[in-house]
Structure formats: C-alpha cells, structure tokens
C-alpha cells in the first residue's frame, strides 16, 4: 500500500495525476460507490484499497457518503482482506480529516472473530466515535 500524504501526493503516482485534474469526477466518484457494493471480494478490496488514492479530492458529501457507507459494509464484511482494506480506508479518511459526520457505530457490530490483532489498531482508535454514534 502507498503510504498516506498529506498536501500533494509526491509526483508520477496516480494520486498525483488525480490531484492535478483536480475534483474527483462524479461518474469515477459513482463507479466508486458501485465497486465498494459488488459482489466480488477482490472489487470490494480493490475500491478499498484506492480510497487513498483520491481522499484530497472528496467534497465533505462525497467522504461522509464513503464513510457512511464504509461502516455499515463493516459488519457484514465476509473477507478479512475485504474488512481490513474497508478499516484502512476509513483511516485514510480520518488522517485527512474527512470522518466529521460520519456514523461509525455500525463497526461496533463487527463479529471479533472477524478482528485480526493487526486490525486492533482501527477499531482503538474509532472506539471513542463508535461509542459515540450509539
């Protein structure tokens, strides 16, 4: 994974082209949303997974929308790949400020079962803003 940036991503990566083209078009933005959905734990994984690539870009809608939409997934995440990619995607957003307004309670219902000790890490630091959505 490429490590998260803040101010403008370093230059020839694609979060650098996507800066430069400035605000994240809404057909990529919907597209987004649709692999996020599928059915396939790979595109699930991948929409994930490219959150970083474009959180500058998101509008305050458009990063509640994602984050909203995030925690509800969560829970009823059946890949650990899929649920880690959906919590570091959460992280990407909160690094850059983006999770105001946003709902995280629903990963409270996240089975422990489903936790690797590596995702620990996420759900500390949402505990406070979990709890605080219930």
């Known amino acids: 994974m490429i490590p998260a940036f803040r101010g403008q991503p370093p230059s020839g990566t694609i979060s650098a082209l996507i800066w430069k083209a400035g605000h994240m078009e809404s057909s990529y933005y919907v597209d987004f949303l649709r692999d996020l959905l599928s059915l396939d734990e790979a595109v699930r994984t991948e929409a994930s997974n490219r959150v970083q690539d474009f959180v500058h870009l998101l509008s305050g809608t458009q990063a509640r929308v994602v984050g909203d939409v995030i925690a509800m997934l969560a829970p009823r995440e059946d890949s650990r790949v899929a649920l880690e990619a959906l919590l570091h995607a959460l992280s990407d957003l909160d690094g850059c400020g983006k999770l105001d307004g946003v709902d995280l309670s629903p990963l409270g219902k996240i089975p ?13 630091a949402f505990a406070e803003d979990m709890a605080g959505g219930e």
């Open 112 to 124: 422990e079962s489903m936790i690797h000790v590596e995702d620990r890490v996420y759900m500390d």
